[in-house]
């Protein structure tokens, strides 16, 4: 089976589980490190005519990363679509069983049997921490309710501020982010870059922490130790600008 992600988690999956079923992925797909195969440009903008001339027997996409126009050019062209869209950790874990059954793998992977156990034993008994989660600047972007991201915070014991927006992604300004009097701000380091120099400095007086935003918002191998990772992280805000 030749195989083309255009979701860099799944090809992280594809990868560390069906080793040489993949024969293209996205400019983004960054893990594993030492993957060798053509990129076929952004899971946003993919180049569709790369993407075809690689025969590809499936194409993997997300309905929250990937355009669907694209999706109905790929399977206009007699290409089959294999689409995710885990809302949960519950939902991904299964969803990537499913997916690698489907793409040829025996039984499921230790990486995906650490994770289903590394999740069951997550569990907080103090009251949860309200958290607003931008994910871009520029304008401000933030994780809003029916999102895996909210899901992996609310295991992990913190309560979404965003959780009841009319959109999954809500757009606040900056002065309505402040004004939900957030107990933590999470900062991960994608899809925008937030850093100690870039993010903190907009919520003066108020903790701020920075993750990694692979454990927090990918669905993969990175689910085994995320929660041991993002509740480390979690724990330790960082230094916020004076007030």
């Known amino acids: 089976m030749r195989v083309v992600s ?3 988690s799944l090809t992280e999956a594809v990868a560390a589980t069906l080793p040489g079923l993949l024969v293209g992925a996205t400019d983004y797909c960054t893990h594993p490190a030492d993957l060798d195969v053509p990129r076929v440009g952004g899971s946003k903008y993919p180049d569709l005519d790369r993407i075809l001339a690689l ?8 309905v929250e990363e990937n355009q669907r126009s694209d999706a109905e050019a790929i399977e206009a062209a007699g290409v089959r679509v294999r689409l995710t869209y885990p809302r949960t950790v519950d939902q991904a874990l299964d969803e990537l069983a499913d997916l690698l059954r489907e793409l040829g793998s025996s039984r499921e992977p230790g990486w995906l049997a650490q994770a ?5 034993a997550v569990g907080s008994t103090t009251p949860p921490r309200g958290v607003v989660v931008p994910v871009w600047r520029r304008p401000w972007i933030v994780a809003g ?3 895996f991201t909210s899901d992996v915070l609310r295991r992990l ?7 009841e927006a009319a959109d999954r992604y809500p757009r606040p300004t900056l002065d309505d982010l402040r004004a939900a009097a957030p107990d933590l701000v999470v900062l991960p ?3 925008y870059p937030f850093s100690p120099t870039d993010g903190p400095e907009a919520f003066p007086g108020i903790p701020c922490a920075l993750v990694s935003g692979r454990h927090l918002t990918w669905y993969g191998p990175s689910l085994a130790e995320a929660p041991r990772l993002l509740a480390a992280q979690l724990a330790r805000p960082a230094a916020e600008s004076a007030d």
């Open 116 to 120: 289903r156990t590394a999740w069951a």
């Open 145 to 147: 309710g029916d999102t």
């Open 55 to 62: 025969h590809p027997d499936v194409v993997l996409m997300n």
């Open 157 to 163: 014991g913190l309560r979404n501020l965003y959780t």
């Open 6 to 8: 255009l979701v860099p």
């Open 189 to 191: 380091d994608e899809p």
